[in-house]
């Protein structure tokens, strides 16, 4: 079992900034790939950004310039900075990460922090 726990979210202005945080813990051999997702009311989930182990980062076009990802490997973390934030931006966050537990590859999703910017 793996627990993702996830920080950070809240309410801000239009052109504010947030950080999420997520941490990962317990059957964890290795960690591939580690990302976040979003989703807003009446839309479908989608990716946000993502990171593999060897720091290689994709970006959803909505993001770019404005979302920096990050993680920490050996704390098993992975960060999302957000910048100049727009009302769009209004979703459930996600973490997500796809791990090697010592026998197979799995993933695994946060509960979800809501991020809330107003205009």
């Known amino acids: 079992q793996v627990q993702l726990v996830e920080s950070g979210g809240g309410l801000v202005q239009a052109g504010g900034s947030l950080r999420l945080s997520c941490a990962a813990s317990?059957?964890?051999?290795?960690?591939?790939?580690m990302g976040w997702y979003r989703q807003a009311p009446g839309k479908q989930r989608e990716l946000v950004a993502g990171?593999?182990?060897?720091?290689?980062?994709n970006y959803a076009e909505s993001g770019k310039g404005r979302f920096t990802i990050s993680r920490d490997n050996a704390k098993k973390t992975v960060d999302l900075q957000m910048n100049s934030l727009k009302p769009g931006d209004t979703a459930v966050y996600s973490c997500?990460?796809?791990?090697?537990?010592?026998?197979?590859?799995?993933?695994?999703w946060g509960q979800g922090t809501q991020v809330t910017v107003s205009s």
């Open positions: 990171i593999t182990s060897g720091g290689d980062r």
């Open positions: 317990g059957s964890i051999f290795t960690i591939n790939l």
């Open positions: 997500h990460v796809f791990y090697y537990n010592g026998f197979t590859w799995l993933d695994s």
